[in-house]
């Protein structure tokens, strides 16, 4: 099992930045496909960005630009820097973890984290 805990979220202006960290526990991740979804209110979970073992990423075209996955397999540790934030990047940010490199493609992620609340304001 792996355990995901988001932390960094918080209230920013418009035009602000914010580093969400996503910590694992329970096994090394380094071989994983690591990701980053959001949810905003009264809209359904979307994709944000996603990386590959060997460092390949891949962005929503929303976010393509300003945002940053990034990883430090000594920390088992997920990144995801966000600059020039809008108040339409406000949502709950999840990390998510998968074993298979596929998920890297397909979205489909096996273990999930709580969440960090992310709030934009204009």
């Known amino acids: 099992q792996v355990q995901l805990v988001e932390s960094g979220g918080g209230l920013v202006q418009a035009g602000g930045s914010l580093r969400l960290s996503c910590a694992a526990s329970?096994?090394?991740?380094?071989?994983?496909?690591m990701g980053w979804f959001r949810q905003a209110p009264g809209k359904e979970r979307e994709f944000v960005a996603a990386?590959?073992?060997?460092?390949?990423?891949r962005y929503a075209d929303s976010v393509k630009g300003r945002f940053t996955i990034s990883r430090d397999n000594a920390k088992n540790t997920v990144y995801l820097q966000m600059n020039s934030l809008k108040p339409e990047d406000t949502a709950i940010y999840y990390c998510?973890?998968?074993?298979?490199?596929?998920?890297?493609?397909?979205?489909?992620?096996?273990?999930w984290g709580q969440g960090t609340q992310v709030t934009v304001s204009s």
């Open positions: 990386i590959r073992w060997s460092g390949s990423t």
């Open positions: 329970g096994r090394t991740v380094s071989t994983y496909a």
């Open positions: 998510a973890a998968d074993p298979s490199d596929s998920s890297y493609y397909t979205d489909a992620y096996d273990y």
